[in-house]
């Protein structure tokens, strides 16, 4: 059973950026605390009883264009995959576009691998949300570690990220 509290009453519980950005923008999420080892999507939806639908992964992408690399967030329902080569691939103007490798994620994004979260990330990255994210009253994403969740609907997602939204899903 997870037990959700308002994000400012554990502030602890996510990584510094996110953190940061949660007091900057003020956004109204609730916050629990999980067991690290049932990070990963599917544990964490069959230990704690909460479905793909109402769970979206974030991953990072990184395209090249001219030289220069081009980072993005790219959030999808945990049900789904996105068009990465597709849509993804023609929104960020790249010929190539491909997971970011995961030191360099972690590195960039200062969040653990398998919590990383569109909230708090480089502000030039965009953040690319397939629309049957925003279509969710309560959706779960990460908190930019691997030992809690977020939640919030998929409008105060957008809202609290300025995320672009796209037909991501395949």
Known sequence: MLDWVPVADRIDLLADPVAKAVQETGA???VAEIDPALSDTAAFCE???VAPEDSANCVIVAGK???E???AAVLVLAEDRA???GVVRRH?????????PQAEAVELTGMEYGGITPIGLPAAWPVL????VTRRDFIVIGSGVRRSKLA???????AATGAEVLSLAM
């Open 28 to 30: 109204d999420l609730r």
């Open 152 to 158: 919030l609907s998929g409008k105060a997602l957008v």
């Open 47 to 49: 230990r704690y009883g």
């Open 69 to 71: 690399v081009r980072y």
């Open 83 to 85: 068009d990465v080569n």
């Open 92 to 100: 960020l103007d790249v010929r190539k576009v491909s997971f970011a």
């Open 129 to 132: 949300v397939d629309e049957n």
């Open 65 to 67: 264009r001219g030289g």
